[in-house]
DNA sequence: ACTATCCCCTGACGGC
DNA sequence: TGCCGTCAGGGGATAG
């Protein structure tokens, strides 16, 4: 699934190539992932420049001449492909963009269905809906992040998960991070001490800028713009390891059901209680 | 304020 | 081999 690293890296894929681009055609094969506006895009988005290519949270922003925006959020399976025209359309291929005086095509592609993709017109101001995420995973000081934990009584796994609490981040991530900052995912959020939470807001930001290095992590299906599927898969330590030895202290990762969502830890290096465990 | 549950949708996977 | 049931999973909505 897409999170904060994978999508960061088709936005820095698609701003070398595509900002500057006129657009001159948008085909509309599946409505549903437009949401309720419905198929107004095609024609608002005509002879629109894209300016510039930005990332809020988990979304894509195409920023366009006249004030316009366009939202992607790829959701599980969604991904944004520049493919020649001439390509042939893949299965799930939901929307084309085309573009003046130029081969290549922007395509959203999107088996799940749980993408979607929105316009945000000039009248309706910058942002939206964005301004009511929370703040930037990367651009979080570790002073803020402490306090804005404290201040819950939710578990710390589904509290990392909530996008209105930190926006970027998904369950791979978390589960890297809560491993790398020796957490149990069931911690409550204001019973971990404040040098816990230092810990695990330098962890969730070393993991999320070396998966970035790294181009995003790959399972199930994700690829860049360019098709290029991410590397960091091979360096995850917890994240759909169960069975498998800790690459810390060898003792076997389990996998656990926390706020509905699969969690993968070492319960020697993440015990519930006794945060820090001298030897 | 928070938790639990459902829903959306399809590919993957297990059972037979 | 193939059919069928089950389920994951981000996030929004809804109920408690």
Known sequence: MPELPEVETVVRGLRKRIVGWELSRVEVHQEKCLGGVKSALAGLLRKKKILAIDRRGKNIILCLSGGGTVFVHLGMSGRLRLLSGSAPREKHTHLVFSFLNRED???FIDPRRFGRVSWGGEEKGPWGFLSRLGPEALEISPAEFVARARARRREIKPLLLDQHFLAGVGNIYADESLHRAGIHPRRRSDSL???????????????LKEAIAAGGTSVRSYVDSKGVAGGYQHSLRAYGREGSPCPACFAKIVREIVGGRSSFYCPR???????????
Do not use: I, W
């Not at 040098?195 to 070393?206: G, S, V």
């Not at 290096?269 to 030897?279: F, G, M, T, V, Y």
């Open 193 to 207: 001490s404040p040098r816990a939470l230092f810990r695990l807001h330098r962890a969730l930001q070393q993991v």
């Open 105 to 107: 095509q922007l395509r």
């Open 269 to 279: 290096c993440q015990r519930r209680n006794s945060p820090r465990r001298k030897k």
